[in-house]
T-cell receptor, first 112, second 113 residues
Framework: GQQLNQSPQSMFIQEGEDVSMNCTSSSIFNTWLWYKQDPGEGPVLLIALYKAGELTSNGRLTAQFGITRKDSFLNISASIPSDVGIYFCAGQNLGGSEKLVFGKGTKLTVNP | ETGVTQTPRHLVMGMTNKKSLKCEQHLGHNAMYWYKQSAKKPLELMFVYSLEERVENNSVPSRFSPECPNSSHLFLHLHTLQPEDSALYLC????????????FGPGTRLTVT
């Protein structure tokens, strides 16, 4: 079935650093979503993207819908300890089934 | 209560037990979902309900039986599970089943012994 490649798998950074992670697909997507999951909780929707080239911010988070429609990026600026968690990308591919496809996640650790 | 709630948060059951997971959404959405989350694997969609009708059953074994009595409530009935069914079970809802912004509950951590 359709798969998303999310990288990196994990990141260890210092507080205050910027973070960048991405998600790629072998097929064209028409929707990209980014979620964050804290330990013991469900994923929380951070940003939704619907147009190629779209750049959307949510506080210190910025996500972009790649111009090729096959990738998306999430950037976190000036990281803080509460940014710790697992970040998931999800997407719906053009011409595919209605269901969302999820990446395996990027685990972020922020050292104070 | 706001958002999507799930009970219980933790469940330990033997392979011969019967138990149920409950999900309730307070968002006025028409679609509800069950996902399975296992370590090192992407979220796996199990079932989709739209206006109380099942619109997708993702080749899930019959030992998992969903029920959607109304658009705000979703159950997952469990019986004769296997240890490999141990996982975090997440419920989600969205405005309708073709609307991709899904909102998740906190999950039920299930352990099958």
């Amino acid at each position: 079935g359709q798969q998303l490649n999310q990288s990196p798998q994990s990141m260890f950074i210092q507080e205050g650093e910027d973070v960048s992670m991405n998600c790629t697909s072998s097929s064209i997507f028409n929707t990209w979503l980014w979620y964050k999951q804290d330990p013991g909780e469900g994923p929380v929707l951070l940003i939704a993207l619907y147009k190629a080239g779209e750049l959307t911010s949510n506080g210190r988070l910025t996500a972009q819908f790649g111009i090729t429609r096959k990738d998306s990026f999430l950037n976190i600026s000036a990281s803080i300890p509460s940014d710790v968690g697992i970040y998931f990308c999800a997407g719906q591919n053009l011409g595919g089934s209605e269901k969302l496809v999820f990446g395996k996640g990027t685990k972020l650790t922020v050292n104070p | 209560e706001t958002g999507v709630t799930q009970t219980p948060r933790h469940l330990v059951m033997g392979m011969t037990n019967k138990k149920s997971l409950k999900c309730e959404q307070h968002l006025g959405h028409n679609a509800m979902y069950w996902y399975k989350q296992s370590a090192k694997k992407p979220l796996e969609l199990m079932f989709v309900y739209s206006l109380e009708e099942r619109v997708e059953n993702n080749s899930v074994p019959s030992r998992f039986s969903p029920e959607c009595p109304n658009s705000s409530h979703l159950f997952l009935h469990l019986h004769t599970l296997q240890p490999e069914d141990s996982a975090l079970y997440l419920c989600a809802s969205s405005q309708d089943w073709t609307y991709y912004e899904q909102y998740f509950g906190p999950g039920t951590r299930l352990t099958v012994t």
